[in-house]
């Protein structure tokens, strides 16, 4: 069986949905905890707290999971990411932007023909332009910035080959650089309060981890061209791709936190058994947790 990975943000809760994504990679990983490993994600320390962490850890062994210890913690190895993105600057692939959300925005609907990408409106380019000095400028001013990929540059630098990589479920897939820069644009790679995107760090752990399979959402499908191109800029294996469905619930809306959605702590506190919670997430028979629940 292939070595596959959980990875999880501690920003709340686990609930219905990080369940079936868990046992989907699980099932992956022949329901070994030798070939699974579980990551904590995160690089978000205003979000990511310790008692999240902590019942995360909790709720994934009541479900009967195991992994290889311990599990990588994101936060313990800003410095990997921080080399990571100083290679990248070595090589021209990365421009300092000042934007800030509201000025992109601005920018955008300013523009009639702004470009819209697969997460909506791409960004112009604002500050790509910008002259050394005027960066250096603006840094020596303590002006807060991001780190953004230049994308023409790292076109430009493997070529105008087509990238391919496998899903198990859509099949052979394939990105190009028009689609490329259609797709996602000058993506950023690092914030100030936040030192690495979830881009480069899912990235470089999956290469340094030796994951052979990544077993997630569907939600996540588009963010794999991204992810490729920088596999190909960094020299990383590519690995095999495993995009489920989402659990959603009888109104066809995915489960997440931030609609408070019923999380594995309340349905344990209710005496319900994991085996039954697995085979009611099998056949789409959640009516009795959700409407308990309401």
């Known amino acids: 069986m292939p070595l596959t990975r959980f990875a999880p943000s501690p920003t709340g809760y686990l609930h219905l949905g990080h369940a079936a994504s868990a046992w989907a990679a699980w099932d992956d990983a022949g329901q070994s905890g030798e070939n699974f490993i579980l990551r904590i994600e995160d690089i978000d320390r205003t979000r ?25 913690r994101q936060s313990d190895h800003f410095s990997d990411y921080r080399k990571t993105l ?31 990408g697969i997460d909506g409106p791409i960004y112009p380019g604002t500050c790509k332009h910008f002259s050394k000095s005027e960066r250096n400028d603006k840094i020596a001013s303590g002006h807060p910035y991001a780190l953004r990929l230049d994308m023409e540059e790292a076109i430009r630098q493997t070529g ?47 290469a340094l981890q030796q994951i052979l ?34 659990l959603t619930d009888k109104n066809g809306k995915r489960f997440a936190k931030r609609d408070k959605s019923l999380t594995l702590r309340e349905i344990r506190n209710r005496g319900f058994q994991p085996e039954s919670l697995r085979r009611m997430i099998e056949q789409n028979s959640l009516d009795e947790l959700i409407f308990t629940n309401q």
């Not at 090589?91 to 000025?103: A, E, I, Q, S, V």
């Not at 939600?219 to 590519?238: K, N, S």
């Open 86 to 116: 100083g290679e990248l600057q070595n090589r021209n692939l990365l421009y300092p932007c000042f934007c800030t959300r509201k000025d992109i925005e601005q920018e955008i609907a300013n523009s009639p023909s702004a470009p819209h």
């Open 213 to 246: 399979l990544i077993t997630r959402g569907e939600d996540l499908f588009h963010a794999t061209h991204c992810h490729r191109l920088l596999q190909e800029l960094l020299g990383y294996p590519v690995p095999e791709y495993h995009h489920h469905s989402l």
């Open 48 to 72: 990511c707290l310790p008692e999240f962490e902590t019942a995360t850890l909790e709720d994934l062994a009541w479900i009967g999971l195991t992994w290889q210890q311990p599990a990588r």
């Open 160 to 206: 105008t080959k087509t990238l391919y990589w496998y899903d198990r479920i859509k099949g052979q897939q394939s990105t190009t650089p028009e689609l490329l820069m259609q797709s996602v644009g000058d993506v950023v790679l690092a914030r100030k309060d936040t030192p690495a995107s979830y881009h480069l760090c899912v990235t470089h752990d999956d």
